[in-house]
Nanobody
Framework: QVQLVESGGGLVQAGGSLRLSCSGS????????MGWFRQAPGKDREFVAG????????DHADSVKGRFTISRDGARNTVYLQMNSLKPEDTAVYYC????????????????????WGQGTQVTVSS
């Protein structure tokens, strides 16, 4: 199994940038399909970005496409979420997650399909 720890959240003004990190320990993150999700107060957890187990495929939610980028560094056992042009509506707790038994090129959009989760990191964007 893998343990996931997110970091990099904080308070930023609209238009600013943050880079979130999801550091894995135990098993390598390259053994899993990985995803970033977020949850704002009173809302359901929603998909933000995903990367396949092979690393060859990535996808982002329409609401963040062109502004956020998911990436992975196997040597550091870390998955990143680069967030640019932040908006107040991006305010949420951001979680990374790992899916077991993922096919090599698969992308997964439902939180229910993920097995391991980090504790989350708060991102607050002020207007």
């Amino acid at each position: 199994q893998v343990q996931l720890v997110e970091s990099g959240g904080g308070l930023v003004q609209a238009g600013g940038s943050l880079r979130l990190s999801c550091s894995g320990s135990g098993r390598t993150v390259t053994a899993y399909a990985m995803g970033w999700f977020r949850q704002a107060p009173g809302k359901d957890r929603e998909f933000v970005a995903g990367i396949s187990r092979s690393g060859a495929n990535i996808d982002h939610a329409d609401s963040v496409k062109g502004r956020f980028t998911i990436s992975r560094d196997g040597a550091r056992n870390t998955v990143y979420l680069q967030m640019n042009s932040l908006k107040p509506e991006d305010t949420a707790v951001y979680y990374c997650a790992a899916k077991t038994n993922a096919i090599s090129s698969g992308l997964y959009y439902s939180a229910d399909t993920y097995t391991y989760w980090g504790q989350g990191t708060q991102v607050t964007v002020s207007s």
